[in-house]
């Protein structure tokens, strides 16, 4: 089989068959399951999660026009509309309850992003005038709230009402800070998503604006992303995150497309080019990618899923749209060592890492706040895409 089919059967005998499985019959789905397989029915709905899995099924349709992946974007976009939104002051909230109350009810940008990216596209494919509606009233609430007029850029956080926030941080790996690439990349992916489907001017301007951020401000003279900001832009130093780098090469360069502005798409894809090379430096010998450089030097060699999804996605891209030949082997053998070593092929999805000493993380869940259906189903969506014309 090859490389391309293999990653297609992965996606549809492993990958989405477990998150169907998911499905609360009482709306949604569930919010966690232990590593073991053990669901945990009563556990809080993370919204990163929850709009991920709208986008992943919707993406999935598009693909693949399976009327089960459409009817589980439809589900999780209704429970998502009716406990997620805050219908008193507009946004997202982070976390509900198992029964759909608000529990942490502040407004992360990134959260606000994941939203917009997952309802833009259900809208693709079921054009439901109520989540583009959301998703339009989620960019105007970025815009008026959240967009930083003196500085640039987007705050990282804000409360409920929208009043400043202490700790911004979006979660316990990452620094307070008031500004982070992270949010803004995903900030960048949810714009330009929506403009596909609302063509708006400002909404345009918007998305060249974050890419214009990447480039000036985010991306170092080394090529690797700088992680953390303060609201002036001043760094503050953090680690090298190589799946970062490589994702981002991607993403900036889809985002630049979707514009279809060849002045931006020329601007972007020489500085695309230097952030999927700057990624490759954290490749290993087997063929995956490590996860992190820390300020001190030392390396974290643990091989986390997402990673390794980005890195065959960037390389694939490299290859595509930058004439690197070898990136294409490049993303095969990282392919290689997620099927040998990540896939789940008993129980289903992927495992969350393999540790720096060769033993699977059997720690963080298989889902749950994080560990969701969006890296690793767009790696082979992306894959399909570029090998099997799909």
Known sequence: MSFASEVKENLTSNILPYWLRLKDPRGGFYGEVLSDGTVQYDAPRGVIL???????????????????????????????????????????????????????????????????????????????EAALQQAIDLYQVVETHFADKEFGGYI??????????????????????????????????????????????????????????VESRIMALSGHLQLYF????????GAISYGHDIETSWLALECAFALKDDAIIDRVRPWARALGDAGNEGLLPDGSLRYERHPDGRYDDERQWWVQAETVVGNLWLWKYHGDAAAAERAESCWAYIRDHLVDAAGGEWWWAVLADGSLDRVHPKAGFWKCPYHNSRMCLQVMRLLLSL
């Open 230 to 237: 303060r609201r002036d832009w001043t760094v503050i130093p």
């Open 50 to 128: 929850n709009a991920r899995l709208i986008w992943s099924f919707a993406a999935a349709y598009a693909a693949l026009p399976d009327p089960q992946y459409l009817e589980a974007a439809v589900y999780a976009k209704d429970w998502f509309l009716d406990h997620f939104c805050d219908h008193r002051y507009g946004g997202v909230y982070w976390s509900v309850t198992a029964g759909g109350e608000a529990l942490d009810t502040k407004k992360q940008l990134y959260a606000q992003g994941f939203a917009i990216y997952g309802l833009s596209e259900l809208y693709k494919v079921a054009p439901d």
């Open 156 to 213: 990282e956080a804000l409360s409920r009402d929208f009043s400043p926030l202490a700790d911004m941080s979006l979660s316990a790996h990452d620094i307070n800070a008031d500004k982070t690439m992270n949010s803004h990349l995903h900030l960048l992916e949810a714009y330009a998503n929506l403009y596909q489907v609302w063509p708006d001017e400002g909404l345009k301007a918007a998305v060249e604006r974050l890419l214009l951020l």
